[in-house]
């Protein structure tokens, strides 16, 4: 755009020059026509000022490698960092900081200085070679710790408000209830979900749950101990952002109850759909989706190929074989079988080869028993079918992915769900001549991918397992990483799918001296994306525990509302155990409602430096939404704010308790909400 182009003197992996004078010399010799200034980067910003030039408008994720190594492969690096991160940001987002602002509306003290201490732990994993996986082994030390702190942090504050809130709410729905718990609910849309939780053991020999309109409510025993029981159902109808208590009472014999749920040892069927497992493809999967009649065909099939890659970039061996389950023998059970749940578990001992080479050219012929375990489970009214799988990972330098081929011909583009967007992505990539890298054949994604017809889809929702790629097989094969394994920071035998950028100096007629003398000058580094340092523990071994969720849907992601399961899946409904009291909240409530579903609540916290609330919310849709924001306490005042808590411009109020907003298509919209706190007696 100008004549200006800015070199940086040292950079990520690269230390500055200490000659930098003598780096100006060989400048010199090398562009005659070119003028080189030593500077500042404000320098360098007053420059391109002062030049005025007219700007390209360059739209969409910015994931080409045609300029510069973009490391697709550091999504799949060490991907037991990546669940953790996951787990850790959904306990921070979803539960400890909605819950701490609906105790504070009543009265409880905001814990904002503990809150700012998990999410600064968090921050810093997020360093870029801390959450990409790609850096030395003792760094990942210290990441774990953290996320064992923040975990530890949000479970305190996730107790200490939940105690509050159900201290406050009516669950005297029954004269002869025994105990109660309450239901809640943190995202913005009506649930219908599996629960599982632990009690104190109720004093009667048996029991029963009811709402507080008096239904029962079918559930079923896990584990049962001499003071605690852990018990599992299905709530219905929890209302958006907010609770639904129950209420247990003895009952004179042990409860029956009639289930949509039928299973077998190979079958399992709900109101949804039909899955049958076939032992001898690997316990592969075959779905019946019941709403369209779309059958789903050996989906849930594993894959294990060679990797000579390292943290930065998968690199399949020159001679690859793929291992797979497809053919193997499997054994299955029927491991649970309730009214409100059943899982059959499907076990699989994949024999993989031990490691590559000495040569990193193909996999060795030693090969090693890998226990493999999926357990699949269906629900009665969920619209979901989870799995989890069990890995004991015991051999070295390979991927094992696990596919789905959707049975969709002729279909151009997978949908994935990032933070504030779905991403359309073309299935088909680009040749990539003369990139820097190759282009990646795998993607991001948060929470879910999804692959469609506009009539009938696929999507697979995932906790904490980033990448994803599509098979250019004429189906559209979806293809989940579990895990990669790999022993090097950069690994200089396979360069993988790096074009190196050394290249680029031949095509610029540097001789091969120069070449040479660049290299000895990194420091004997052979690499210019980073050290050639082991990190054994990247290789991952040891037991993995990946959990997914297959979702056939009719329509699109959009239409079918899909996308509404994948967060219900990453965002388990929780229950906390209380007495039977009065109290004056209702027994059934919403603390807030964000509607049309189109809205997808992903912060509600106090204000950072005032007594206020913030909601923020982003449009998934293509067109603009008009927004309905209610609030269980009557509002003040409500205004529209920025990411940083500024007021922007005020909204007025329909009702003490309701405004509306227009949302164009993929806005981030902040919402502050000033209301009329209650005083301590009404708190209390």
Not at 285 to 307: Q, S
Not at 366 to 386: E, F, G, M, N
Request: charge should be negative; aromatic fraction near 10%.
């Amino acid at each position: 755009s100008t004549k200006n182009i800015l070199l940086m003197n040292g950079g990520d992996h690269a230390f500055p020059q200490a000659e930098p004078l003598e780096a100006l010399g060989m400048f010199k010799q090398l562009f005659e026509d070119g003028v080189l200034v030593q500077g500042s980067l404000r320098d360098y910003l007053e420059r391109l000022r002062r030049a005025d030039p007219t700007l390209a408008v360059h739209q969409g994720e910015f994931r080409g490698a045609r300029y510069h190594p973009i490391l697709a492969g550091t999504l799949s690096s060490r991907t037991y960092i990546k669940r953790q991160n996951a787990k850790s940001q959904c306990l921070l987002e979803y539960y400890a900081e909605p819950f701490a602002t609906y105790a504070w509306m009543f009265g409880l003290d905001y814990p904002h200085l503990i809150l700012q201490k998990a999410w600064k732990y968090i921050l810093q994993n997020h360093a870029h070679d801390s959450i990409c996986g790609c850096s030395i082994d003792e760094v990942y030390e210290d990441v774990l710790a953290r996320y064992t702190w923040t975990k530890q942090i949000c479970e305190s504050i996730v107790h200490d408000s939940l105690e509050a809130l159900s201290a406050w709410t009516n669950t005297n729905a029954a004269k002869d209830g025994l105990s109660a718990f309450i239901v809640y609910n943190q995202l913005n849309w009506t649930r219908t979900d599996a629960v599982e939780m632990e009690i104190k053991k109720p004093s009667a020999p048996h029991f029963e749950i009811k709402e507080a309109g008096g239904n029962r409510v079918p559930y079923q025993v896990l584990e049962e101990g001499e003071n605690r029981v852990r018990l599992f159902f299905v709530a219905e109808d929890v209302p958006p952002c907010g609770y639904k208590s129950y209420v247990i009472t003895p009952a004179t014999e042990r409860p029956l109850f009639q289930s949509s749920l039928t299973c077998d040892v190979d079958v399992l069927e709900n109101d949804f759909f039909v899955v049958s497992i076939d032992e001898g493809r690997g316990a592969s999967l075959t779905i019946l989706d019941k709403r369209t009649g779309f059958v789903y065909r050996n989906l849930n099939i594993f894959e294990d190929g060679g990797d000579g890659g390292d943290e930065y970039n998968y690199s399949p061996p020159k001679h690859d074989k793929i291992f797979t389950t497809e053919n193997m023998q499997a054994e299955t059970s029927l491991v649970e079988k309730g009214p409100a749940r059943a899982t059959i578990q499907a076990k699989v001992d994949l024999i993989l080869p031990e490691a590559l080479d000495e040569d990193q050219e193909e996999r060795s012929s030693q090969t090693v028993s890998c226990p493999l375990t999926v357990s699949i489970s269906v629900y009665r009214k969920v619209p979901r079918i989870d799995l989890k799988a069990r890995f004991d990972n015991r051999v070295k330098d390979h991927r094992l992915r696990v596919a789905f081929p959707t049975g969709l011909f002729g279909v151009a583009h997978a949908n994935a769900h990032d933070r504030f967007y779905v991403m359309g992505r073309p299935i088909e990539h680009p040749r990539g001549e003369k990139w820097v890298e190759r282009p990646p054949t795998t993607h991001p994604q948060r929470f879910f991918v999804d692959v469609n017809d506009d009539a009938v889809g696929l999507m697979i929702a995932n906790k904490g397992l980033p990448e994803y790629g599509v098979r250019r097989d004429g189906e559209a094969t979806l293809a989940l990483t579990l895990i990669r394994s790999v022993g090097w920071i950069f690994n200089i035998k396979t360069l993988g799918p790096v074009v190196r950028p050394f290249q680029l100096f031949t095509e610029l007629g540097l001789e091969k001296e120069l070449l040479s003398k660049l290299r000895s000058l990194a420091g004997g580094r052979l690499g210019d994306l980073g050290p050639t340092i082991p990190t054994p523990e990247a290789q991952c071994l040891g037991v993995h525990t990946f959990e997914y969720s297959i979702l056939p849907h009719e329509g699109t992601w959009r239409t079918s509302k899909a996308y509404r399961e994948a967060y219900n899946f990453n965002v388990p409904l929780i229950a906390h155990e209380t007495t039977v009291h009065e109290g004056g909240l209702p027994a059934e409530a919403s603390f807030l409602r964000v509607e049309p579903e189109a809205l997808v609540v992903t912060a509600i916290k106090k204000a950072e430096m005032e007594d206020a609330f913030i909601v923020r919310f982003f449009n998934i849709a293509s067109e603009t939404v008009q927004g309905k924001i209610q609030t269980l306490l009557p509002m003040e005042e409500a205004y529209e704010a920025s990411l940083d808590e500024r007021v922007v411009q005020g909204i007025a109020l329909e009702s003490e308790k309701t405004i509306r907003v227009n949302v164009s298509p993929h806005r981030i919209m902040t919402i502050k909400l000033r209301y009329t706190s209650p005083s301590a007696e009404e708190a209390s």
